[in-house]
């Protein structure tokens, strides 16, 4: 059973950086590609980042593009998201979530088939 679990949520004061990391067991990891998608209170869950298999080829949403970077080891199951410059619009739960990287670009949710249970970002103003 696959099981994808975030951490390294938290609260961070506007201009601050967090490093959330997203672990994944149960399935051969180097065979998908990672996400990490976002929801704030009241909203629909929305896609932030996407990377390839290898890592060679990532994609980001235009509001988190020059801000955040996605990256992964798989040597450790592991993909991460560095995010800089955080704004109070930021703040949202984060899941990461595996995926297919097919002839499109996976940037939607309906791309991803697995799910973390989310970490929480807040970031103050």
């Known amino acids: 059973q696959v099981q994808l679990v975030e951490s390294g949520g938290g609260l961070v004061q506007a201009g601050g950086s967090l490093r959330l990391s997203c672990t994944v067991s149960g399935r051969t990891f180097s065979n998908y590609a990672m996400g990490w998608f976002r929801q704030a209170p009241g909203k629909e869950r929305e896609f932030a980042a996407v990377?390839?298999?290898?890592?060679?080829?990532?994609y980001y949403a235009d509001s988190v593009k020059g801000r955040f970077t996605i990256s992964r080891d798989n040597a450790k199951n592991t993909v991460y998201l560095q995010m800089n410059s955080l704004k109070p619009e930021d703040t949202a739960v984060y899941y990461c979530a595996l995926g297919e990287w097919g002839q499109y670009v996976p940037n939607s949710v309906k791309d991803f088939g697995s799910w973390g249970q989310g970490t929480q970002v807040t970031v103050s103003s």
């Open positions: 990377i390839s298999r290898s890592g060679s080829n990532n």
